[in-house]
C-alpha cells in the first residue's frame, strides 16, 4: 500500500513545519549529515593491502580519525550486492528483510525475479531516446521489468527511522552506480539515484518522483558521462609502483568486448553500446557518482540546520572491476587508488558545506570478492567452476530413485526449487525427497555441502547452517541451499570471470568505520557484523534501532 506524499505529510504533520521543535531535534553531538558510504566489493584486507599507496585526505582520514572494526564478518550465506546493502540499511538478516538474493525464482510466476523490480514504479525517463546501453550486469539482465522500488523490501531502515524520529523533516537520499544499491540504502521514505548503463544519465522512478528535480535535470543534461567517449583508462602512476604490476594479462581475466584485458582501456565511442557499461569498469563510475552526490548535497542542502540528514553513497567501480579483471589485478589496484583520491575529493567536499565536525561518516561494504578458480589454481590451490546443468542433472538423478522424473523445477545458484506439484503427486514425503537430492549433491565434486531447507530448524549449530538459516524466506529461498567448496564459483566461464556471493570469509570480510564527532580513533579487532551497523548510527542519533535490527552495538564507537 502506498499514500501519495501529501497525504503522508498530512499524517505526519509535518506539511508546514515550525521551527519550535528543532532545538529538542539536535542530535547529541550536532550530526547534520549521516554519510554511508559503501564500496561495493571490498574486502577488507583490500584495504590493508593498499594502504601504503594512499593519500592522507581518502581512506587514511578515516583510517586516522575513526574507530575502524578489523574483522567485520556479514553472517548470511549468499553475499550478493542487494542482499549485503540491505543488512547495511536495515540492520535485520535477509530472512526478515527478504532481500535473499540478487534474483529468487517466483514460485508462482514460475520464472526468475529481479529483487527490486516494480512494474508499478516505472524509470522517469531523462531523455526522449533514452536506451543506447546494452546491459551487462549479469542480475539485472534477469530482471522483468524496467520499473524500480522498495516494494519487496520488508523492513523499514535507518533512513525510514530518521523520517519518523524527524517528522518526515530529515532529507534522506542514496546514490548509486546500481539501481540496487541505491534502492537499499533510500528505504521506502528517501529518493534514490542511479548511473544508467542505457544513457549514462542518473536516474530515478515514480516510486521516488513525478519529475526530476531541477537540479538533477540540469546534471543529466551536462552529459558529463560522454566526455569520456573516445578516451582511456590508462594507470595514474609508473607501473613500478604497484604491488600488483605482474597481475595485468593474464587469460582468464574477461575482456569486455573489446575492452581488452591490459592497460590502457580504451572506451567506446558516443553512441556505442557499451560505453556507460565502460565507465562503471573504470574508476569513472564513481567519479561520475561523486560529481552527482556534490550537486545533490548542495541543491537538496543537505547538512544545513540540526535535523540530520542521510545520505547514502554506494560505489560502484570496485565490483565492476573486480568481476572482469578479479581482485588480484592491477586494474583492481588502480581502481582503489583512485577510489582513495575520490573519496579525498568527497570528504573535501563535505567539510566545505557541512563541516566534517558535523558529519558522521560510516564506510562499509556489501560483501567482499573472490579470486577466480583459475588463478586460485595456479597458486596451488583446489578450485574449478561448476557448471549448473550438470548440479540439475546430478538432482534429478537423485530423484529419479522416488520415481520422479525431472525433479528439479528450477536452478539458479545458490538455490535449487524443486518440482512440488511432481512430489506431490507421486504421493512422496517432501522433505525425505529434498533431504535425499541434498545428500547426492553434498557428494558431488565442488559441493561443501547442500542443505534441504525445510529442515534447518532441526539441522544443529553448524556456522555455515546458520548462515544458511539467516538467508531463508519462507517463499522466496529455494528447498535446497548449494555451498560451494571455498574458491570454487558454481557458474561456467562467460561474459564475467570473478564472483562473490560464497559463505566463505573472502565473501563475508568487510571494513566497517565510523568517524565523526566525538568517535576515538581506535582499531578493534573483536568480531563484529555488519548488522551493528544500523542500530550503532541509530544509537550515536538518539534514536530507536530500525524495526527489524537485529545487530548489537559497536559500543566503542559510543561514549
Ligand atoms: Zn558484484
Known sequence: MRFPRFFLCMLLGTCVAGNATLANAQSRQDIR????????????DLLNRYQAS???????YLLRQGTVYTNAQYQHANTETIVGHTTLATGAFPSQHGMIGNVWFDREAGELAYNIEDADAPLLPTRKQS???EQVDPAQKLARTQGRSPAVILVPTLGDGLAAYYGGRSKIFAVSGKDRSAVAMAGQTGKAFWFSTDNGDFITSRWY???YPEWASRWNGQRKAEEYAGT???????KSTYLLAGQDDRPYEADLKGYGRTFPHRFGEAGSKLLYTQLIVSPVGDLLELDFSKALISNEQLGQDVVPDYLSISFSSVDATNHFFGPSSLENEEVIRQLDRTLADLFKFIDKTVGLEHTLIVLSADHGMADMPEYMTELGYVAGRLVPEEIVA??????????VDEVVRFFFRPYLYLNDEKIAAAKLDQLEVEQAIANALTDFDGINLAVATSRLSEQGTDPLLDQVRNNQHTTRSGDIYIIQEPYWFLFDEGPIASMHGSPWRYDTHVPIIISGPDIDAQTIHRLVHPVDVAPTIAALLGMTPPAAASGTLLKEALK
Not at 594512499?54 to 587514511?60: E, H, S
Not at 582511456?232 to 609508473?238: G, Q, V
Not at 546430478?394 to 520415481?403: I, S
Open 33 to 44: 549529515l549521516v554519510l554511508q558510504i559503501t564500496v561495493d566489493g571490498l574486502r577488507a
Open 54 to 60: 594512499f593519500g592522507k585526505d581518502g581512506f587514511q
Open 131 to 133: 536506451s543506447t546501453g
Open 209 to 211: 518522483y513525478d519529475a
Open 232 to 238: 582511456e583508462w590508462a594507470r595514474s602512476s609508473d
Open 394 to 403: 546430478a538432482a534429478n538423478q537423485a530423484g529419479q530413485q522416488f520415481g
